[in-house]
């Protein structure tokens, strides 16, 4: 919806009214932020679509951080560059939740708070991708996309895989079809 801001369409206009619809239905639907002792822990989801917009063909990336059970941040953008594999689109998206996690755990270093990092991905083959050592056979990422293996490596962030049903960035990277709103 918000990349619709610019030059509203119809589709626009339906897709907010879904929005809508969902959040009169279920009106008790709320986000707690309990006062808890922080903790050591700074958890990443991240997703991507591939091939999401229809118009350049460049996937969306999506992502949710938290710290403890408090959400910190959450995104859905389009990538930087049209990617040629759901594996590479995954990937990117890995990167980028990597670096906001990056920025977090700087943040509540700076508060004298150190917490680890733990990203979670519905990918296999990107999560492969980022632990095994060199480029394997893809061989044309820029350079910036590689932090991500270096930081994996180093043990500054350590990669889960979650299932793709249970992962809840999902839903920031996919419309929410109507049998789930239920």
């Known amino acids: 919806l918000s990349r619709d801001m610019q030059s509203p369409t119809e589709l626009s206009l339906r897709r907010l009214k879904r929005v809508l619809q969902y959040m009169d239905r279920y009106p008790e639907m709320e986000w707690k932020f309990e006062d808890r002792s922080l903790p050591m822990v700074i958890h990443v989801m991240t997703d991507a679509d591939l091939a999401g917009d229809l118009g350049t063909r460049r996937s969306v990336s999506g992502g949710l951080v938290t710290v403890g059970r408090s959400l910190v941040s959450s ?26 996690a990056l920025y977090v755990q700087n943040f509540l270093g700076e508060l004298d708070v150190h917490a680890s990092i733990e ?10 991708f980022a632990e095994r050592p060199g480029v394997g056979r893809i061989k044309h990422l820029q350079l910036k996309w590689l932090k991500l293996k270096e930081l994996t490596t180093l043990g500054v962030v350590i990669l889960k895989k979650v299932k793709g049903t249970e992962n809840p960035a999902d839903i920031l990277t996919k419309p929410l079809d109507k049998s789930n709103m239920a």
């Open 75 to 100: 995104w859905s953008k389009l990538q930087t560059s049209v990617a040629l594999s759901s594996a590479e689109s995954e990937f990117m998206a890995m990167m980028l939740a990597g670096q906001e």
């Open 119 to 128: 990203l979670d991905t519905d990918s296999s083959s990107a999560k492969t």
